[in-house]
């Protein structure tokens, strides 16, 4: 199930904790975001451009890679915590 599909099930189908409106608002508005944010197809495209070397591998270049990695990280840990699902 993809993240996106499983995240809205969460929130909208009632089973496991539940948020309270205003949260759920919020949260429902996040996933909205990152939804139309287009993060997984860039980094798909990042990625195969890496991987058939036509994306040119510098420090500066791996060290926004990572950076971006332990940015989506992040969102991914708050946002499965205000989901209150524990990660294992």
């Known amino acids: 199930m993809p993240l996106g599909a ?50 040119p591998v510098t420090p500066e270049t791996e060290n926004a890679l990572l950076r971006a990695c332990a940015d989506i990280a992040a969102m991914k840990s708050l946002l499965m915590g205000a989901l209150g699902i524990r990660e294992s």
């Open 6 to 55: 499983y995240i809205k099930d969460r929130l909208f189908s009632g089973r496991g904790r539940s948020a309270p409106a205003s949260d759920r608002k919020t949260l429902a508005r996040l996933v909205s975001l990152l939804g139309q944010s287009n993060l997984a197809p860039s980094l798909r495209t990042i990625a195969q451009a890496a991987k058939t070397g036509a994306l």
